[in-house]
C-alpha cells in the first residue's frame, strides 16, 4: 500500500465513522454539580473554561484503566461535594479517594491527581498554560505522574483545542485490522496528522468515533465497508 493509499484510506474511515455515527460532542463536561457529564454535538474543538479544563484534565485521570461509566460516578461524587477545583484537591484529604472510588485504582489516582493539581498550581494555573506552545506544553503534561502520551494528548486535544490525535489502543486495534501502520503509538499519531488537516475538532471528533466503534462492537462492519 502506498503512502498515498495509506492516506486515503484514513480519510475514508473518517468520512465512514461520521456517516454512521455523527458528530460525538467530546469531552463531556459537568453543566450541573451532582449530575454526569454533558455531551456537545456539533461544538467539537470549542474553547472551553478554565474549570472545564482542569475537569478533562482530571477525566483523562480517572479513564485510566476503567470505563467511562466508573468515570461519570467518579465525576458527580466530586461534583456533588465541591470537589472539583485545583485547590481544594491539591490539599483533600481521604475525601477525594471516596469521591473517585467507582473509577477503580482510586489511591493511586487520587495521588496522581493531587500531583497535578499542584503542578498547575506551581505553573501558575490553567491560564498559564494556555499560553504554552503545543510542544512545550505536551512535554510538560509528560513530566507529569501518571501522564501518558494518550493522557497527554487528550489534555492537548480536548482541554485545550490543539490540534493533535489520540493514538489510543482502539486507533491501534482499528488500524491494524485495515492492513493500515500500527506499530507504535507516533506512528499512528502521525499517520492522521498526514492524511487529515490540523483541527482539534476533527482530530477529536474521529479518535471519539473511533471509540463509539469499538463501544458498539462494529469493527468488521466498517472494516468490510472499507475493502
Known amino acids: 500500500m502506498t503512502t498515498d493509499n495509506i492516506r486515503q484510506k484514513v480519510v475514508r474511515l473518517d468520512r465512514l465513522l461520521l456517516d454512521r455515527y455523527g458528530r460525538q460532542g467530546w469531552w463531556p463536561t459537568t453543566r450541573r454539580k451532582g449530575e454526569p457529564p454533558v455531551y456537545r454535538p456539533g461544538e467539537e474543538g470549542r474553547t472551553v473554561s478554565d474549570p472545564e479544563a482542569f475537569e478533562i484534565m482530571v477525566g483523562a485521570i480517572l479513564t485510566q484503566n476503567t470505563a467511562w461509566t466508573n468515570v461519570e460516578k467518579a465525576m458527580v461524587s466530586l461534583t456533588g461535594a465541591d470537589l472539583l477545583d485545583i ?91 485495515l492492513g493500515l501502520p500500527s506499530g507504535s503509538y507516533d506512528v499512528i499519531q502521525s499517520l492522521v496528522h498526514q492524511a487529515i488537516a490540523p483541527s482539534a475538532a476533527a482530530y477529536g471528533d474521529f479518535h471519539a468515533r473511533i471509540v463509539t466503534l469499538f463501544k458498539n462492537r462494529d469493527l468488521e462492519p466498517v472494516a468490510e465497508a472499507l475493502v
Not at 491539591?90 to 495521588?111: T, V, W
Not at 498547575?120 to 503534561?141: E, F, K, N, Q, V
Not at 509528560?142 to 494518550?150: D, Q, R, T
Open 87 to 177: 485547590g481544594v484537591i491539591a490539599r483533600c484529604d481521604g475525601r477525594l479517594e471516596e469521591a473517585i472510588r467507582p473509577s477503580g485504582y482510586f489511591n493511586q489516582k487520587a495521588a496522581r491527581l493531587r500531583g497535578i493539581a499542584k503542578q498547575i498550581h506551581h505553573a501558575g494555573g490553567i491560564r498559564a498554560l494556555r499560553d504554552c506552545p503545543t510542544a512545550l506544553l505536551r512535554d510538560r503534561l509528560l513530566s507529569w505522574k501518571g501522564v501518558g502520551p494518550e493522557t497527554a494528548d487528550s489534555v492537548l486535544c480536548y482541554a485545550f483545542a490543539r490540534p493533535v490525535f489520540v493514538a489510543d489502543r482502539y486507533t491501534g486495534r482499528l488500524f491494524e485490522r
